[in-house]
């Protein structure tokens, strides 16, 4: 099964006043395993960034103003994507801005129902109250963050396909074992199957309790 985990940096919060994409980030699964297939792509949002987004992601106009835009980039993109179902933290906030960039050059959107949405996932399976932020989950499974200073859309995608893969019930049940270590565990079972039996006879010391306390048990079974 192919999945895909997508997350996005923007100018700000909403795509209905203006704000645009200024970066997407995708990450390749397969059975639930990352493949090491990534997708990341910078973009000219064609308007100003304001300050307050500069320091959430670290993109500043000037960095972002050679960039391709967005019609420029979309066949790769949706090449990646392929019909795979889509796991994204928040889905409403990045299909938004997907959509919105979609309907700017007469494309088709991504229907929401071809995503998983993480935070919907968390809530599910963290105590009630508990925060899902990414920065959150990742504390809570123990996932290392530390080089999160700044939002990055392709390091948040790596993140959240551990995060989910953890929501899952982590890797165990999905790592398949390679021809060598299913070799060496076949040769540990017959190793221990065909071990030397172990004597277990009991002492004459014990063999005398266990007749004394036989002998105080009515109509016993060992005697007949």
Known sequence: M???VLDTETTGLD???GHRLVEIGCVELENHVSTGR???????????VPIEAERVHGLSSNFLRDKPRFAEIVDALMSFIGDAP??????SFDLGFLNMELGRISRAPIAF?????????ARRKIPPGAPASLD???RRFNIDNTGRELHG???DANLLAEVYLSLLGGRQATLALNRGTRAASAAAAVRLRSRTPRVHAPTPDEEAAHAAFVATIKDAIWKA
């Open 136 to 138: 959150a989950l990742c």
């Open 38 to 48: 990534t997708y990341q792509q910078y973009l000219n949002p064609e308007r100003e």
């Open 86 to 91: 889509l796991v994204i933290h928040n889905a």
């Open 153 to 155: 859309a392709l390091l």
């Open 15 to 17: 795509p209905s006043v």
């Open 2 to 4: 192919r999945e895909v």
């Open 113 to 121: 129902t071809r995503a998983l949405d993480t935070v919907a996932l």
